[in-house]
């Protein structure tokens, strides 16, 4: 048996229980890579990641040729990753245009 058996489902549920607040960036990435990598590590991916943008802000941030750029990182982890991003920010305008102003 692996040490890395599992690790999804783990990763998975401690997210489920937990949220995000405990999580480190490098796990943060990998929970978003299983959803475009379905049965490969996302442990190597996300380390090249962030090896390369240093932060998870800067893999978000990065244009999709610059994703590619990282050894395994194809069009459909860049286009998750990118999208990712672009809802994100249609989200905070939503919000922003739903928001009760102070009265004053």
């Known amino acids: 048996m692996s040490i890395h058996e599992g690790h999804r489902q783990r990763l998975k549920e ?12 490098l796990y943060v990435l990998e929970l978003l890579l299983f959803y475009c990598v379905p049965r490969k590590d996302t442990n190597l991916i996300a380390h090249r990641l962030l090896n390369r943008f240093g932060s998870l802000a800067g893999v978000l941030d990065a244009n999709p040729r610059e994703l590619e750029s990282v050894e395994e990182v194809g069009q459909n982890i860049s ?9 994100w920010r249609r ?4 919000q922003a245009k739903t928001e009760v102003p102070l009265s004053t």
Do not use: N, P, S
């Open 91 to 94: 989200y905070e305008v939503q």
């Open 79 to 87: 286009g998750y990753l990118t999208l990712l991003k672009a809802v």
């Open 14 to 25: 401690r997210f489920r229980k937990e949220g995000l607040d405990g999580f480190d960036d």
